[in-house]
């Protein structure tokens, strides 16, 4: 026994130890459940927010990587589009998969320390960066009902979250033994303290307006007509929002703590491997999370530009009863058939199974679509996602399209910019928009 | 029976490691200081702290190392080192006979390899008193301009990614490889051409190349033109240059610069107009100045620049004589013992040759005088003061090739 064991890969062993212990958990979870299942239903249902929490905070970890794999393939397609070089075409279908498989080598990378680093805090930085970016995504409200926890202070806790990413990058740049990350870091801390004020100032008119701290609500104050937005009560405040959110995400032209040129990588160059891969991806998270706080402060969230006319469905589905099973399972092969025949009829040359196939996908896509207007128009949710998503995406674009365009600034001019300018343009914002609200208050009473 | 001493600490012990590595993280010599200069330099002062760019920095232009004394963000102090691509091309040429060297000098700026070629060649031929024909001189001048132009979009391209800004570089690269693969159509070559030769060029003007001329021709103003907004519009590429690395004329001629860096502090000095050489005479072309001699002066000069080269090659395309492009000469050169002196306008500043013949086929003794080495030497003026971010941007102005340098 101890002599096949030895002779075993890593892989074998791995294998041999958790196949046993998986399907002695198996047992044992379904022994509980048949046993137990009313009493955890019971429970589940009576700390349902408890429930709802976790499931929510689940969902956003497992989403991050994959909307940071978007938003990279954008970045890659777009700037080399800029650039007039043909981008990635190879992996995938033009290319789409390239990210996820860089993903899936930074995952495969060696992951090592160098020597003299804080191997604790070096380890734990790209951590606190990640989690602290994806925290952010904690309040924002993607759809009516689809937020992960509805805080009455959401906007306050956003700013406190997105603080945190500073002491992660001072941890990183420190931890990392290496003058270039020590640049980096004091750089990244110096500033993200700088912009957090004229982000957060110029936010504070725009709360005077909606009287509320809560981000779902301020998203609800914002309709149903696009002039109803706050980008037009508070052109200034988005302006600098905007400017200041950019230096948070420290993306072009305020990417000084990475200048490439400069200090070679700043906080990130001794790292590699999934340590790496995190602050890059926590990176990618951070342009989401702040595009998609611009959109929900200042272009009215999951709101549509304008009221949609009410669209009552004629059909209900379910007064068909049976009909609605036998319509299921012989629309599919009508819609096959019928979308088949003109490839068939056409083209002489085309084969009858090849005319089948493309008429099969023709249907996928048309019944896809089909069901797509169905959801859209009958369900609140999807149709706020699509728009959510939808303006996020054109900001992501814009910044996306900066960083193929601007060059860098430095750090005297940053910091110059932050606190001569940006400062003093919100603290006028927030005086002018709190002498409007008293001078129309007296007006109105 | 073998035993080990546990007490002494093993090589992979990280603290052995660490002590043994301290002095390659802080960038001091293994050796005592050897100049008053040196013990000055590698002493730290409060606050301060040494960081070693190079010679793998992504922004050095090769393999420059430089050592930056900061102090905070601010540069106190500087130590370029120079030498990591030192190949002794001058040695070389005085073992290889008169054609046979032209091919080891070429390689030296490889941005602009054809001016690396003319400055030899023309001493060569002083030596030799040979008398070149005039259609390889306009010839030589026709390719010399392009290879000046893709010289220079190759600087706007590396002066914007130094600066941060990702697009400008490839941008640039459209005009410098339309021009490369012009080049490589009339000499064979892409990047290190070899095409003049002791007595003319070493091939006439082709068919292929005078199709992708016309073509290039016909949309390159505005080509350039497009390029150029894309940086001097900008506002904040415009501020960051403005003002940063100022040189005066006084100083930029005690340090001996010459070219577009020395044009940039307002001396019209160009070696095509003040020691005319080949059929430069009967071109009509500006010297474009700038009085700033700052980093932005440094770049609008080159983009004018630009401008009059495309100037001079539609002259010469129009003047062109017909005639043989190669003088006659004997297979073996064998010039009477003297000296010569040549001197050209590269795309960066005078690049010379002074060549000694002894009698035999080899030259006795060959002296390059580059000047990407010449103006490096002012980094040590330029850089200190500024911050780190604008080193990178100072010596991108400069526009050196290490392969010059270091020769």
């Given at each position: 026994m101890s002599r096949a064991w030895g002779r075993l890969t890593l892989p074998g062993k791995v294998i041999f130890t958790l196949v046993p212990i998986l399907i002695v958990l198996t047992a044992g979870l379904i022994v509980t459940i048949a046993l137990l299942g009313g009493l955890i239903l019971e429970i589940l249902v009576a700390n349902v927010g408890i429930v709802r929490f976790v499931a929510a905070v689940l969902i956003l970890l497992l989403l991050a990587p994959p909307s940071a794999f978007i938003i990279i393939y954008m970045e890659m397609k777009i700037i080399a589009l800029m650039n007039l070089r043909l981008g990635p075409d190879r992996v995938g279908p033009w290319g789409t998969l390239l990210s996820t498989v860089h993903g899936l080598k930074v995952l495969m990378k060696e992951d090592f320390t160098p020597t003299g680093a804080d191997r604790i805090v070096f380890t734990w930085a790209p951590i606190v960066v990640f989690l602290s970016a994806v925290m952010g995504a904690m309040v924002i409200p993607f759809a009516p009902g689809l937020i992960a926890q509805d805080l009455n202070i959401g906007i306050l806790y956003f700013f406190a979250v997105g603080g945190l990413t500073v002491v992660g990058l001072l941890m990183a740049g420190w931890a990392s033994f290496n003058k270039y990350s020590l640049l980096g870091g004091l750089r990244s801390a110096a500033q993200m303290v700088s912009y957090e004020i004229p982000l957060t100032l110029s936010v504070v008119g725009l709360l005077l307006l909606a009287g509320t701290m809560s981000l779902s609500q301020i998203v609800e104050n914002q309709g149903p007509w696009f002039t109803d937005w706050y980008v037009f009560q508070q052109p200034l405040g988005f302006v600098i929002f905007f400017i200041a959110a950019t230096a948070e995400a420290n993306r072009t032209p305020f990417d000084l703590t990475e200048a490439d040129s400069e200090i070679v990588a700043g906080f990130a160059t001794e790292y590699s491997g999934m340590r790496f891969g995190f602050f890059f991806f926590a990176e990618y998270i951070n342009v989401f999370i702040v595009s998609a706080l611009i959109v929900t402060l200042f272009l009215g969230g999951w709101q549509a530009p304008f009221p949609f006319p009410e669209i009552a469905l004629?059909?209900?589905?379910?007064?068909?009863?049976i009909g609605l099973l036998i319509v299921a399972a012989i629309a599919p092969v009508v819609g096959t058939l019928l979308l088949a025949a003109p490839f068939y009829l056409l083209r002489s040359s085309t084969p009858w199974w090849q005319a089948l196939i493309a008429g099969f996908l023709l249907f996928n896509v048309v019944a896809g679509g089909a069901l797509f207007a169905l959801a859209f128009i009958g369900l609140d949710f999807v149709s706020g996602l699509v728009w959510f998503l939808g303006k996020t995406y054109a900001f992501v674009f814009l910044f996306v399209w900066m960083r193929g365009t601007l060059p860098r600034i430095r750090i005297d001019q940053l910091m110059g910019f932050a606190w001569k300018w940006l400062l003093p343009a919100s603290l006028l914002n927030l005086f002018v928009t709190a002498a409007a609200l008293v001078v129309v208050d007296a007006l109105g009473s | 029976m073998t035993t080990t001493d546990t007490r002494r600490p093993s090589s992979d012990d990280p603290r052995v490691l660490l002590d043994e590595q301290i002095g390659v993280y802080e960038a001091?010599?293994?050796?005592?200081?050897?100049?008053e200069r040196e013990a000055e330099f590698y002493t730290l002062g409060d606050g301060e702290m040494f960081i070693n760019m190079g010679p793998q920095h992504p922004s050095t232009h090769g393999v420059l190392r430089v050592v930056l004394k900061l102090e905070g963000e601010k540069v106190v102090d500087i130590d370029p080192v120079l030498?990591?691509?030192?190949?002794g091309v001058e040695k070389l040429c005085e073992n290889a006979d008169y054609h046979q060297a032209i091919c080891y000098t070429d390689p030296l700026e490889y941005i602009s390899s054809l001016f690396c070629e003319w400055s030899p060649v023309m001493a060569f031929e002083k030596l030799l008193d040979v008398d070149v024909p005039r259609r390889a001189e306009y010839i030589r001048v026709l390719s010399g301009e392009l290879n000046r132009i893709a010289s220079h979009a190759l600087f706007m391209g590396w002066f914007a990614l130094d600066l941060g800004g990702l697009t400008p570089i490839l941008w640039s690269f459209i005009e410098r490889d339309e021009i490369v693969e012009m080049l490589a159509a009339l000499t064979g070559q892409r990047m290190l051409f070899n095409y003049f030769r002791i007595g003319g060029v070493n091939g006439d003007l082709n068919h292929e190349f005078m199709s992708r001329l016309g073509s290039w021709m016909s949309r390159a103003t505005e080509q350039i033109e497009a390029n150029l907004t894309l940086l001097n519009e900008n506002e904040l590429f415009v501020r960051r240059a403005r003002g940063l690395g100022t040189i005066d004329s006084a100083t930029a001629l005690r340090m001996c610069m010459t070219g577009p860096n020395l044009r940039?502090?307002?001396?019209?000095?160009d070696v095509r107009r003040a020691h005319p050489y080949s059929v430069y005479p009967e071109l009509d072309f500006d010297i474009p100045t700038r009085s700033e001699g700052d980093v932005l002066a440094r770049y609008l000069l080159r983009m004018d620049e630009i401008k009059q080269s495309l100037r001079i090659i539609d002259q010469c395309l129009h003047q062109m004589p017909d005639g043989p492009v190669m003088a006659k000469l004997p297979r073996l050169l064998r010039p009477r013992p003297g000296r010569a002196y040549a001197a050209i306008e590269g795309p960066r500043g005078q690049y010379a040759t002074y060549a000694i013949s002894d009698g035999t086929d080899q030259p006795f003794r060959m002296r390059i005088h580059d000047p990407s080495f010449i103006h490096l030497q002012s980094v040590g003026l330029l850089m200190p003061g500024n911050l780190v971010a604008d080193t990178m941007a100072v010596m991108a102005s400069l526009d050196p090739i290490m392969g010059g340098v270091d020769k």
């Open positions: 004629a059909l209900d589905p379910g007064s068909l009863g | 001091i010599p293994p050796y005592p200081p050897r100049t030498g990591y691509l030192h190949r940039a502090t307002g001396l019209p000095f």
